[in-house]
């Protein structure tokens, strides 16, 4: 089992930055990757940026690609995702996830939490 606590976000001007952070705890010697994925209502889920704990790789969606970084800290059990440059079109509920090794599909999310671009 892994938890994930989330935190960050709220309300940001375009163009603004925002930090989402989500720190794991539990079994996390096993965990593969983590990332974020962002949901708006009446939409798929859609994944925003993730990173590997094998090298530090990481992959991001196109729409944030040079806007958003998604690091983690030296110990590996808390990433972020930098946010700059928002549009109004990030605004979204943000999910942390963790993957596990030989998954192929998120095992645990965090609660979500809201980024809204607006003026």
């Known amino acids: 089992q892994v938890q994930l606590v989330e935190s960050g976000g709220g309300l940001v001007q375009p163009g603004g930055s925002a930090r989402l952070s989500c720190a794991a705890s539990?079994?996390?010697?096993?965990?593969?990757?983590m990332g974020w994925y962002r949901q708006v209502p009446g939409k798929k889920r859609e994944l925003v940026a993730r990173?590997?704990?094998?090298?530090?790789?990481?992959n991001y969606a196109n729409s944030v690609k040079g806007r958003f970084t998604n690091f983690r800290d030296q110990a590996g059990n808390t990433v972020y995702l930098q946010m700059n440059s928002l549009k109004p079109g990030d605004t979204a509920v943000y999910y942390c996830?963790?993957?596990?090794?030989?998954?192929?599909?998120?095992?645990?999310w965090g609660q979500g939490t809201q980024v809204t671009v607006s003026s």
């Open positions: 539990g079994n996390i010697f096993r965990i593969y990757a």
């Open positions: 996830y963790v993957l596990m090794y030989r998954c192929s599909s998120p095992n645990y």
């Open positions: 990173i590997f704990n094998d090298g530090g790789s990481t």
